[in-house]
T-cell receptor, first 113, second 112 residues
Framework: QKEVEQNSGPLSVPEGAIASLNCTYS??????FFWYRQYSGKSPELIMS????GDKEDGRFTAQLNKASQYVSLLIRDSQPSDSATYLC?????????????FGKGTKLSVIP | NAGVTQTPKFQVLKTGQSMTLQCAQD?????MYWYRQDPGMGLRLIYY???????DKGEVPNGYNVSRLNKREFSLRLESAAPSQTSVYFC???????????FGDGTRLSIL
């Protein structure tokens, strides 16, 4: 059973701070990793993709990947109240089920004004 | 560009009724997926279609059937709805297993 684990939260940070969201995955053959943001009552929206070890930056968002540790993280700099949402981590599957992504259950982030 | 479109957005059914959830995409995705999302359970894959003409079971297929009508359309059918199928259903499209999936707005289904 392929798994992606995330702390459910809630993670509360003050406005302007850095929010750090973490995720571990069990499938050592996973090649691609994604972060989705889901506002309450809405659908998941892709915000970051990362395919190789290291950091990838896009605006206020930085995704970090360490395949040796099977660890993915998302940093949100200068957090805003509009960043308050649930963040889903997803990993591509290798082998059987290779057309699928495995999703974590999400971390709820609350940015306090 | 509509992306992934799901209909209906809301539906209330009685136990034992049947219905079909529709999904269409204009993003030229080869693969399409149906998920359900329940509080505390995350996204669970019901069925998927890796390419036109193929369908496969996901994690929770019981009580559902699917049809990949053509490359654009992938429908989910509940033959005899049960209260346990009350959920939010999301359709998603993707180009390949290593690429991200893009989600529709969801269908909120209540079964009484």
């Amino acid at each position: 059973q392929k798994e992606v684990e995330q702390n459910s939260g809630p993670l509360s940070v003050p406005e302007g701070a850095i929010a750090s969201l973490n995720c571990t995955y069990s499938d050592r053959g996973s090649q691609s990793f994604f972060w989705y943001r889901q506002y309450s009552g809405k659908s998941p929206e892709l915000i970051m993709s990362i395919y190789s070890n290291g950091d990838k930056e896009d605006g206020r968002f930085t995704a970090q990947l360490n395949k040796a540790s099977q660890y993915v993280s998302l940093l949100i700099r200068d957090s805003q109240p509009s960043d308050s949402a649930t963040y889903l981590c997803a990993a591509s599957n290798s082998g059987a089920g290779s057309y699928q992504l495995t999703f974590g259950k999400g971390t709820k982030l609350s940015v306090i004004p | 560009n509509a992306g992934v479109t799901q209909t209906p957005k809301f539906q209330v059914l009685k136990t034992g009724q049947s219905m079909t959830l529709q999904c269409a995409q204009d993003m030229n995705h080869n693969s399409m997926y149906w998920y359900r999302q329940d509080p505390g359970m995350g996204l669970r894959l019901i069925y998927y279609s890796a390419s036109e003409g193929t369908t496969d079971k996901g994690e929770v297929p019981n009580g559902y059937n699917v049809s990949r009508l053509n490359k654009r359309e992938f429908s989910l059918r509940l033959e005899s709805a049960a209260p346990s199928q009350t959920s939010v259903y999301f359709c998603a499209g993707g180009t390949a297993g290593n690429q991200p999936q893009h989600f529709g707005d969801g269908t909120r289904l209540s079964i009484l």
